[in-house]
């Protein structure tokens, strides 16, 4: 973005991304003196005579791909920030209160409610017991029977009444608690802030309560403490960041609770328990961690509620106990997306006030996580917070007069009301809102029959009815209110979707260049005609920009951006627009030219190309649809099981269609020739070796002893097979089958640490032997010494034993092993680094180059081993075993081009990115990884570290994809172009349709659930793979220069 | 000559079309509660036993690819045998396939199994019917351009739209629509039955369409 503005060459229109690749040293040519460079090599191109423009701009493949990727990373950035709008609400809360509404006037002169202010608080003091990933089926289940005998008793026979909560997704702890507190659904945008969670500034029951001279004392997750800077008059927070600490979290708040139970100096009692959360996190739902774990919290509640009771008959007023949980989590133990297991969380309330319950428990009702916040408020006497959404639990007002329940209500209802006039231009067509005028109406009728003292048998009767016209109203204002929390920054996403769009189209336009054998571009640098174009288009933007930006009602982020900068991406997008047009005017002038070698064009399609496309625009289409998101691991493992039978039947061919021309020498020969030569050219080589063997029956040996060598190559693709189907019963993914029993949760679960340490040792082995052959000696110790470090490393933090150290030790952190480890990832990608930029200086021998390339990579593989939970190991192992027998038997032998190559890498890249436990839902990111080796939760290395566990696979295959291009760079110079061209290619085609589908369905009942994920995670590998490409483009130019020097 | 050998091949292919629509209506007379759906793994074994019949059936009645030569009787005996071993290893093989791509492998082996018999049934069995248990020729006709006759090239057709039927077949398993045919392994099997038929329909028209480009070599 900045780069754009900057540009010092504005009068000259050419398009300001490559300019800017330019600048980053990715362009072949410096462009000022284009012309002398091609006068230099006017004699190595044939293309070179045709040059005739003034100035030229030479542009590589690679170059182009690396710009554009970075163009639309920034229009990606852009939609991301228009579909993620931060939630405006009401009206910030320092503006001027409104009181609470007084009861509904009856109908009829002279008669006026007395009752104006709000109504007392119901509870003398409350406790609320938040358990972090609380599941119901932990207390209202089996579970919860077995572990929590106190809590049992009090919800069967006790004075209490129980509830499943549903939270809304995302179920992410940050964004529960605002729901709980404020009442409001958070928008989806605070998943991303949720590490660094900012004070919360709408209104909410905390900030409420201490309005009202309340004092409040909290102990827990110090998210509390951020988010309610200064409310609480006694706070102990703990740190969520260690997901390894299991009882230290809990310890630190129950230390608090006999002092405070105590005292007689507070009103309200927060405590949020993170224990279980951290063990759902380590180890699952089903761990043999989670009963003692229950046992602790049921304990906890035995002696609070005790304390409370014993308290009771001083004061006149009951106390309330209130014990919920945030979220649940689902089988695998981690928590974030819509699954019931993740969404049900119990809620309790427990107070002397409620009636006991007679008989056992029956059907639990089902109530929304925000109806917490109003019915406390009104439990507290409090104003109910303006952007709340819930409706009140009335049984837990239930033992109030009818006098008292309906004036809880209309205060609800009144809020909700008002909260929809602020959000809603048409409100009062709005259901809701009649049916609560409705019954605001009927109440004050029913007050007016009150007041005049009527027969309290029609009174209740009337009031009920009241009632019920009240519950249905509230539940109809909050439902229209729910599904307003989504308010899309339109303009914003239609800049980014401009910007995504036409670099897909620039992408797509250039495939015949990018591809061709020299993968270069020349961009004529200012012909008049497009600098006109250029700067009227500019023109006509700014003026949109002006006048949208000056109509707009609602917030934009794009609006608010300095003006400078949208002044920069709109000369983007035009200098974009001017690309594209450049690139079809030269189309349509070379459609104008006789085609010169029809020959070239009619060499028809092989089944791997066919599956390519095919697969390709399948998968593109597939992310329409919401089940085929969730499940988009079954379509990558469907392509790939597809791709390597399809590259088993070409092995196939090759191999066996030789032998057939070679026994029927008679005059098939030729037509299986023709064939053979048909599905590929390059097998002209082994078709003369068959030819030649049909001479004697002395070749024949020669070729026996390339039998092994053939057969393993035969079997190659199926052996890839089973790894692959291995692999996808390591890890259950998505959302239907992730139930599954797969073998991760087995080697997890505790009883099979020996299997697992075994599993890992093993692993770690296989990875130093496929991985050391073309490392030199001082990477190779190195490596071993990491993988070590590795081992030992999870050996630390409890993951794995070692054979000799049978008594568990006390878990630590780790962090000196991890430490240790990374001392060799950076030195291991320190000498691959360093041999490359001897490469590109010296310009020594390929080997230097390649054998840097693998040091880097191999630095890479160590520090994913490094990240990958001890039972993901394999999936790494089975990545280079893959990758390895690819390059040797499949596509060193079947002479793929760079594009294909690139394109099966990028298959492989998306299943390993599944193979590896990660779906596209937030649940299944692996936050862990971003804490090894760190002694607390720093910003920066931690992002990094997790992005790079979670997209590992990807980006091990388009490493690997570099290693190989680079070495195949003597047979087709322009590979390396080619497949980062390809790359960009690849990664540009889906995102682009994907926001196009997503602006479309962002009304969706899944949108939250499903597509927004899925957005964040394509955006996500839009910018790795723009990295991606930059070290692509910057190894292409090492290359280009040698060539030329 | 041509023409009435397309015209046999039109028979045949719809003759066989036809009897796989008949197992899904016919049974359901003679059995209680039979549906495809309801009881798909019963339908599979008639529709595999039917077609394989009929398959066999027609080829000793049109015999679209003469012997070569007169053989003994034991020479045929081995033939069959051969015929049988090579039926029962496709059918392995399309089961070890199928799992590769997803399937469970311990659990509704029986369900997996049958499909990969109907596969067999749709490809392999025609192989054999037409080609005999001649690896050669197979790959000879499954090679480019390596048809020899219309019946080999109906053979090309129909395996290969059975194939893709069942490759189709499994796209709708993911989805969460909880309809009875996306139980495993229905989708699939109604695929490839579907695309077996599409093939058999295709096929002579195929041929009728292209037979002006159609030359085919004497052996």
């Known amino acids: 973005m900045r780069g754009s503005t900057s540009g010092s060459g504005l009068e000259r229109c050419w398009p300001l991304a490559n300019r800017r690749a330019g600048r980053a040293g990715a362009v072949a040519a410096d462009w000022p003196e284009a012309g002398r460079g091609g006068a230099e090599d006017a004699g190595s191109g044939p293309g070179a005579g045709r040059r005739v423009g003034r100035m030229r701009l030479r542009l590589r493949s690679g170059a182009l791909a690396a710009g554009c990727l970075l163009a639309e990373a920034l229009g990606v950035a852009l939609f991301l920030r228009g579909f993620f709008p931060l939630p405006v609400r009401s009206l910030p809360r320092g503006e001027a209160r409104a009181q609470p509404p007084a009861e509904p006037a009856p109908p009829g002169p002279g008669i006026a409610s007395n009752w104006t202010k709000i109504p007392p608080p119901l509870f003398r003091k409350v406790v609320i017991v938040l358990i972090d990933a609380l599941r119901d089926d932990f207390v209202f289940g089996s579970k919860g029977k077995q572990f929590m005998p106190y809590t049992t008793q009090v919800i069967e026979k006790g004075t209490s009444y129980s509830f499943i909560a549903e939270a809304k997704p995302p179920t992410v702890t940050m964004p529960r608690i605002k729901a709980l507190m404020t009442g409001s659904i958070p928008g989806f945008i605070d998943v991303v802030v949720n590490l660094n969670s900012p004070a919360l500034m709408s209104d909410n029951l905390i900030w409420q309560a201490k309005a009202a001279g309340k004092r409040i004392i909290f102990y827990g997750d110090d998210t509390w403490v951020k988010l309610f800077p200064k409310h609480f008059v006694e706070y102990d927070g703990t740190t969520s960041f260690f997901v390894s600490d299991f009882t230290e979290v809990d310890d630190n708040v129950t230390r608090h609770l006999d002092r405070v139970l105590k005292r007689e100096d507070w009103d309200l009692l927060i405590l949020h328990y993170l224990g279980l959360d951290h063990i759902g996190h380590m180890t699952g739902p089903n761990s043999p961690l989670v009963g003692p774990k229950l046992r602790e919290m049921d304990n906890v509640l035995k002696k609070i509620h005790i304390s409370l009771l014993s308290k009771e008959g001083e004061a006149s007023l009951p106390s309330l106990l209130v014990v919920c949980g945030d979220h649940g989590m689902s089988e695998t133990g981690s928590h974030g997306g819509s699954s019931e297991d993740e969404v049900h969380t119990p809620l309790l309330f427990i107070s002397s006030a409620f009636e006991k319950r007679s008989g056992p428990l029956t059907q639990l009702e089902l109530v929304q996580q925000t109806d917490l916040a109003s019915t406390l408020a009104v439990g507290l006497g409090l104003p109910i917070s303006r952007n709340n959404v819930g409706n009140i639990i009335l049984p837990v007002v239930g033992s109030k007069t009818m006098r008292e329940q309906l004036r809880f209500l209309h205060m609800n209802g009144f809020q909700l009301s008002t909260l929809l006039q602020e959000n809603t231009p048409a409100y009062e067509k709005d259901l809701g809102y009649e049916q609560f005028k409705i019954a605001e109406k009927s109440h004050g009728n029913w007050i007016k029959l009150y007041l005049e003292g009527n027969n309290s048998e029609i009174l209740l009767n009337l009031g009920k009815k009241v009632l019920k016209q009240y519950l249905e109203a509230l539940r109809t204002l909050s439902s229209s209110l729910s599904k307003q929390v989504a308010q899309y920054d339109m303009y914003s996403m239609m800049v980014g979707t401009v910007i995504v769009m036409e670099v897909l189209l620039l992408l797509f336009l250039s495939v015949p260049k990018a591809l061709s054998s020299r993968a270069e571009f020349e961009v004529p640098l200012s012909p008049p005609l497009f600098s006109l174009l250029f700067y009227l288009m500019c023109l006509m933007l700014c003026a949109v920009h002006v006048i949208v930006c000056t109509s707009a009602e609602s917030l934009c982020y794009f609006c608010s951006m300095s003006w400078l900068t949208a002044v920069g991406v709109m000369m983007l997008i035009s200098a974009l627009m001017c690309g594209i047009l450049s690139a079809v005017g030269k189309i349509l002038e070379n459609s104008r030219l006789p085609l010169k070698n029809p020959g070239a064009s009619s060499s028809s399609w092989s089944e791997v190309d066919v599956l390519i496309l095919a697969g390709t625009i399948g998968h593109v289409l597939s992310l329409g649809a919401s089940s085929f998101i969730e499940e988009e691991h079954q379509t990558w493992y469907f392509l790939i099981n597809t791709l390597c039978l399809a590259l088993c039947q070409e092995l196939c061919r090759n191999h066996f269609l030789l032998k057939e021309c070679d026994l029927q020498l008679g005059t098939t020969m030729k037509q299986n020739f023709d064939s053979i030569g048909e599905a590929s050219e390059c097998k002209n080589i082994d078709v003369q070796a068959a030819s030649n063997s049909k001479l004697g029956k002395a070749a024949s040996s020669a070729e026996f002893v390339k039998g092994s060598d053939k057969w393993i190559s035969l079997a190659s693709p199926w052996i890839i097979l089973i790894c692959c189907r291995l692999l996808r019963s390591l890890n259950q993914t998505g959302v239907q089958w992730a139930h599954r029993p797969d073998f991760g949760h087995w080697l997890t679960s505790s009883e099979h640490k020996s299997e697992l340490s075994v599993l890992a040792a093993i692993s770690l082995v296989m990875i130093f032997v496929l991985v050391q052959r073309r490392c030199s000696l001082v990477s190779k110790i190195a490596m071993a010494l990491g993988l070590l470090g590795v081992y030992s490393y999870r050996a630390a933090i409890g993951n794995v034993i070692f054979p000799w150290q049978h008594d568990s030790k006390d878990i630590s952190k780790g962090i000196t092993e991890a430490r240790f480890v990374y001392v060799f990832v950076l030195g291991i990608v320190f000498t691959g680094t360093k041999d490359l930029l001897k490469s590109q200086v010296i310009s020594a021998d390929s080997s230097v180059k390649s054998t840097g390339l693998w040091e880097v990579y191999s630095g890479l593989v160590l520090l994913s081993a490094l990240l990958f939970r001890p039972h993901n190991l394999p999936v790494l192992v089975f990545c280079l075993l893959i990758q390895t027998m690819m390059t040797k038997y499949i596509w060193r032998p079947l002479k793929f081009d760079a594009a294909q190559i690139t394109i099966m890498h990028y298959w492989f890249g998306q299943a390993f990115f599944y193979f590896q436990g990660n779906s596209n839902g937030i649940a299944t990111v692996d936050v862990s990884a971003g804490f090894v080796g760190l002694e607390s939760y720093v910003e920066i290395p931690a992002i990094f570290l997790t992005a790079f566990a979670t997209y590992a696979g990807p980006l091990l295959w388009a490493i690997h994809l570099l290693c190989y291009l680079s070495s195949e760079v003597s047979r087709n110079s322009a590979a390396v172009g080619h497949g980062c061209f390809c790359y960009a290619l690849m990664r540009s085609i889906p995102v682009a349709i994907y926001i196009v589908l997503v602006t479309g369905l962002r009304y969706h009942l899944f949108i939250w659930s499903v597509f927004s994920p899925k957005l964040l995670y394509e955006g996500m590998h839009v910018f790795i793979t723009a990295a991606i490409c930059l070290f692509f483009t910057a190894m292409d130019q090492n290359h280009s220069q040698k060539v030329q020097g | ?219």
Not at chain 2, 179 to 194: H, M
């Open chain 2, 1 to 219: 000559m041509k023409e009435a050998e397309l015209r046999r091949l039109l028979a045949a292919n719809l003759l066989c079309a036809g009897s796989i629509v008949l197992t899904a209506l016919v049974p359901a007379l003679f059995l209680d509660g039979f549906s495809v759906l309801g009881t798909h793994l019963t339908w599979l074994c008639i529709c595999s036993v039917c077609v394989s019949v009929l398959n066999v059936t027609l080829c000793l009645i049109l015999k679209p690819s003469p012997s070569s030569k007169r053989s003994s009787l034991s020479n045929k005996i081995s033939r069959f045998l051969k015929c049988c071993i090579y039926f029962f290893m496709s059918c392995i093989l399309f089961h070890a396939i199928i799992v590769l791509y997803g399937a469970p492998l311990i659990e509704s082996v029986t369900e997996t199994f049958l499909f990969a018999v109907l596969l067999s049934t749709f490809t392999t069995l025609q192989c054999l019917c037409l080609l005999g248990p001649n690896i050669q020729a197979w790959i000879r006709v499954f090679s480019r351009n390596g048809a020899m006759s219309i019946w080999e090239n109906s053979l090309q057709i129909t395996t290969t739209c059975s194939i893709l039927g069942g490759w189709f077949g499994a796209f709708p398993i993911p989805l969460d629509w909880d309809r009875p045919w996306q139980v495993w392994p229905i989708s699939c099997s109604l695929g490839a039955t579907f695309g077996y038929m599409a093939g058999l329909i295709i096929a002579p028209l195929w041929i009728h369409w292209n037979r002006k480009q159609l030359t085919y070599k004497s052996r």
